[in-house]
């Protein structure tokens, strides 16, 4: 018997372009029953990292496979095929790497190897929506001579930045400053970003010497949370009226519409129109919408997911305000050739048919009045969307609430 254990030393979450470090432990464990002769042999073992893709059959409709291509050495069990057994396709994987060939483990031995390999920067984020999913694992593979491969799957969260400048459409509001969306730029090849032989981003330790691979990518993981930071700080005042039909009912304030996930949206109204509100609600939403190439029916609805919500009764409120949370566990936007992401603010509100005044009655006919609500009022409703932008953060806190574990383990 032969333990595996694959440790990821920095956590589960990673950035498109950082490089992947995986230590992984083979151990004979030591028992009473243990002699010299219980040796164990290992003939090979691999590792490889592959995205698998899964779609919803009822909303996606993906082209035929071509069966031409069809593997028949991946039927044999002797084949290392790291998505045997998985659902969906294989959409990306790098190439597979040996560990070791000819292991031999004496009782109470344990030999440890480090995988690293780098994350493609043109696959798809981790996702799983109400349509497709996208999952990133680390397979490692082992084999004693003559019997089966067995396989160790170490899933982990991928955050992707875009590499291209995005404009948002021309903004009503009057603004002191840019508007962050459109000076937001990325670049999509990290590794092609060459950095200055007397420059550093972030301070290093003179005590500790690194190996210049490493280094470099940990120079590349601080550039990339410094230009995120650097993105989603800039505010500027952002004012849009709120009316409907019949009027003005107030004023919506934000100072910013790019965000990190982890983030609060905070916003404040202020009801200083001639519409009475009565009751409002502000939802968080992601707006999942397949390409219609790949439509299961022309013309199907978006597909809505609420992260976050905020409902306030405000008649007779003069301001009001909001915050709602980014979770951490939630994916950035994106869009791929199947599917796009999107974020908005949704917005709804319940005003008075009638004016302000009349919201109120007397309650008795003493000397001291004690006003009361009417039973019945007629209201109108109406909605409004506001999209916004949420970029992807330092895995490291991504890595916090990620529900994947560090750690993984089989016995073989």
Same mark, same amino acid.
């Given at each position: 018997m032969i333990e595996v254990l694959a440790k990821l030393g920095r956590g589960p979450v990673f950035l498109a372009g950082e490089v992947l470090e995986c230590v992984i432990t083979f151990?004979?464990?030591?028992?009473?029953?243990?002699?010299?002769?219980?040796?164990?042999?290992?003939?090979?073992?691999s590792a490889q990292i592959h995205c698998q893709f899964h779609a919803s059959e009822n909303r996606v409709a993906l082209?035929?496979?071509?069966?031409?291509?069809?593997?028949?050495?991946?039927?044999?069990?002797?084949?290392?095929?790291?998505?045997?057994?998985?659902?969906?396709?294989?959409?990306?994987?790098?190439?597979?790497?040996?560990?070791?060939?000819?292991?031999?483990?004496?009782?109470?031995?344990?030999?440890?190897?480090?995988?690293?390999?780098?994350?493609?920067?043109?696959?798809?984020?981790?996702?799983?929506?109400?349509?497709?999913?996208?999952?990133?694992?680390?397979?490692?593979?082992c084999q004693r001579v003559n019997s089966p491969i067995k396989l160790l799957r170490v899933p982990f969260r991928v955050l992707v930045l875009h590499?291209?400048?995005?404009?948002?459409?021309?903004?009503?509001? @009057?603004?002191?400053? =840019?508007? +962050?969306?459109?000076?937001?730029?990325? %670049?999509?090849?990290?590794?092609?970003?060459?950095?200055?032989?007397?420059?550093a981003v972030a301070p290093s330790n003179p005590f500790l010497e690194e190996e210049e691979g490493l280094k470099k990518d940990s120079r590349l993981a601080d550039l990339a949370t410094e230009l995120l930071m650097v993105a989603t700080s800039r505010r500027s005042l952002h004012l849009y009226n709120i009316s409907n039909t019949r009027g003005k009912v107030g004023t919506f304030c934000i100072f910013k519409t790019v965000y990190k996930i982890g983030e609060d949206v905070i916003g404040t109204f202020n009801f200083s129109g001639d519409i009475p509100c009565l009751q409002f609600s502000v939802s968080l939403q992601t707006e999942e919408s397949i390409q219609e190439e790949f439509q299961r029916r022309r013309?199907?609805?978006?597909?809505?997911?609420?992260?976050?919500?905020?409902?306030?009764?405000?008649?007779?409120?003069?301001?009001? @305000?909001?915050?709602? =949370?980014? +979770?951490?566990?939630?994916?950035?936007? %994106?869009?791929?050739?199947?599917?796009?992401?999107?974020?908005?603010?949704?917005?709804?509100?319940?005003?008075?048919?009638?004016?302000?005044?009349?919201?109120?009655?007397?309650?008795?006919?003493?000397?001291?009045?004690t006003w009361t609500g009417v039973e019945q009022m007629e209201v109108d409703t109406f909605s409004w969307d506001l999209p916004i932008k949420v970029l992807p953060t330092n895995p490291i806190l991504a890595s916090y609430v990620s529900q994947f574990s560090s750690t993984n383990s089989i016995t073989i």
């Amino acid at each position: 018997m032969i333990e595996v254990l694959a440790k990821l030393g920095r956590g589960p979450v990673f950035l498109a372009g950082e490089v992947l470090e995986c230590v992984i432990t083979f151990t004979n464990p030591l028992s009473a029953s243990s002699t010299s002769a219980s040796s164990e042999m290992l003939a090979w073992a691999s590792a490889q990292i592959h995205c698998q893709f899964h779609a919803s059959e009822n909303r996606v409709a993906l082209p035929p496979s071509d069966g031409s291509k069809h593997d028949v050495q991946a039927e044999n069990e002797t084949v290392f095929v790291p998505n045997r057994g998985e659902r969906g396709q294989c959409i990306l994987s790098t190439p597979p790497k040996i560990l070791f060939c000819d292991l031999r483990l004496d009782p109470g031995e344990s030999k440890s190897y480090s995988y690293c390999e780098t994350l493609p920067v043109d696959g798809p984020p981790s996702f799983r929506g109400q349509s497709v999913k996208y999952v990133y694992k680390l397979t490692i593979g082992c084999q004693r001579v003559n019997s089966p491969i067995k396989l160790l799957r170490v899933p982990f969260r991928v955050l992707v930045l875009h590499g291209k400048a995005t404009r948002c459409p021309p903004c009503t509001a @009057s603004q002191a400053a =840019p508007c +962050p969306a459109e000076t937001l730029t990325f %670049f999509s090849g990290l590794k092609d970003y060459q950095f200055p032989q007397d420059e550093a981003v972030a301070p290093s330790n003179p005590f500790l010497e690194e190996e210049e691979g490493l280094k470099k990518d940990s120079r590349l993981a601080d550039l990339a949370t410094e230009l995120l930071m650097v993105a989603t700080s800039r505010r500027s005042l952002h004012l849009y009226n709120i009316s409907n039909t019949r009027g003005k009912v107030g004023t919506f304030c934000i100072f910013k519409t790019v965000y990190k996930i982890g983030e609060d949206v905070i916003g404040t109204f202020n009801f200083s129109g001639d519409i009475p509100c009565l009751q409002f609600s502000v939802s968080l939403q992601t707006e999942e919408s397949i390409q219609e190439e790949f439509q299961r029916r022309r013309g199907q609805p978006v597909s809505f997911t609420m992260h976050a919500r905020h409902q306030e009764s405000c008649l007779h409120t003069a301001q009001s @305000s909001f915050s709602l =949370p980014i +979770p951490l566990s939630s994916t950035p936007g %994106f869009t791929t050739n199947v599917v796009s992401l999107k974020w908005r603010l949704h917005f709804e509100f319940v005003t008075s048919g009638e004016s302000a005044g009349s919201c109120l009655v007397r309650g008795s006919q003493s000397e001291a009045v004690t006003w009361t609500g009417v039973e019945q009022m007629e209201v109108d409703t109406f909605s409004w969307d506001l999209p916004i932008k949420v970029l992807p953060t330092n895995p490291i806190l991504a890595s916090y609430v990620s529900q994947f574990s560090s750690t993984n383990s089989i016995t073989i």
